[in-house]
């Protein structure tokens, strides 16, 4: 009988040397990629129900003020490395150029449960370049707050290491995760993806929308994440225009 492979372990392997990011290419409009903070946002199933209530309202207090309780990782937001590294950068000590710059968005239809593996990547349009934020429009934003979002395809271990290799920023899908969602996963799964990304210095985003409009297209891209000082994520709304 075959001895099981061994566990993969992954450490903190630094940030990867990558072009300096430019930011004025584009001439299109911003694109708004992130889902409204609301209760009723899909999240991964063991994160608590978020709650968002009014502290204080006008009148009779002084001023409006809201109170949000929520994970890092509900709605559209950024991985840290240590996310899923220990001994990984966290949000507030990643580099700022990590959040910007040039990149595209691929449309690659996987369907549900689909894999995405190292083909679909080769195939897709705009080639990528180093440096890049590679965003994948899967076509899944659109199912937000219904069952089939959580049927969400996801990338294979072997494209995030092609993703890694070819010298992407960042990795953001239109989806509750890169890896396979909880509920379809076999008992043994490693996250290849998670930890293969964040292992090399490759942010990860998740939960972005609005990225058919810019398909097919190479663009500029702002994810500017909230700098929580020792966190492993943060919420975010990044924005994208098309370039050429």
């Not at 450490?11 to 409009?29: E, F, T, V």
């Not at 209530?53 to 109170?67: G, L, Y």
């Not at 909880?182 to 998740?206: M, Q, W």
């Amino acid at each position: 009988m075959c001895e099981p492979a061994p566990k993969k372990t992954y450490g903190w392997k630094g940030w990867r040397d990558l072009p300096a990011p430019r930011i004025g290419a584009g001439n299109g409009p911003w694109i708004d990629l992130s889902h409204p903070l609301t209760e009723t946002l899909s999240r991964i199933a063991h994160f608590p129900q978020p709650t968002f209530r009014k502290f204080s309202t006008k009148p009779p207090a002084n001023s409006n003020v809201t109170e949000i309780q929520m994970v890092v990782h509900f709605g559209t937001h950024v991985d840290a490395p240590c996310h899923w590294i220990n001994g990984a950068p966290a949000m507030d000590q990643v580099p700022l150029e990590r959040f910007y710059g040039p990149g595209l968005v691929w449309h690659i239809d996987a369907g549900d449960r689909g894999a995405i593996g190292v083909a679909e990547l080769e195939r897709a349009t705009p080639r990528m370049q180093p440096g890049d934020i590679v965003l994948i429009d899967t076509g899944w934003w659109r199912y937000m707050r219904t069952p089939r979002y959580e049927e969400h395809p996801f990338l294979t271990g072997e494209a995030a290491d092609w993703l890694v290799q070819r010298g992407a920023k960042l990795v953001g899908m239109d989806n509750a995760t890169p890896d396979q969602e909880a509920h379809y996963r076999s008992k043994d799964y490693g996250f290849p993806v998670h930890n293969t990304l964040l292992s090399n210095g490759v942010l990860i985003a998740e939960h972005l929308t609005n990225l058919t409009a810019l398909a097919g297209q190479r663009v500029e891209i702002m994810f500017l994440a909230i700098n929580i000082a020792g966190c492993d994520g943060g919420p975010a709304r990044p924005i994208a225009r098309a370039v050429g």
